[in-house]
């Protein structure tokens, strides 16, 4: 794994991140990130953008089903 952190926001999708992360609730307490499928240590986290997720701040592909769309309103600018 790098020691440089990416976070690449995925078309009408989540953010994928890349690289050391630490996810922090309001509280302070530490989130453990998910594991992949085959049981080894997550080397990437994908994160919900769609506010649809059972699992937030995790994605678990509700944004597919939800119709969430990254595209900016009509006649607003996108913001990052």
């Keep these: 794994m790098s020691d440089v952190t990416r976070i690449?926001?995925?078309?009408?999708?989540?953010l994928i991140v890349e690289g050391p992360?630490?996810?922090?609730?309001?509280?302070?307490?530490?989130l453990p990130v998910p594991p992949r499928k085959d049981g080894r240590p997550a080397e990437v986290?994908?994160?919900?953008?769609?506010g649809g997720s059972a699992t937030k701040p995790f994605c678990d592909g509700?944004?597919?089903?939800?119709?969430?769309?990254?595209?900016?309103?009509?006649?607003?600018a996108p913001t990052v």
């Design 45 to 50: 986290v994908v994160l919900c953008r769609c």
């Design 62 to 76: 509700t944004h597919k089903r939800n119709g969430f769309s990254d595209a900016a309103p009509a006649g607003l």
């Design 8 to 14: 690449t926001p995925k078309p009408n999708g989540p």
């Design 21 to 30: 992360v630490k996810i922090v609730t309001q509280d302070g307490r530490e």
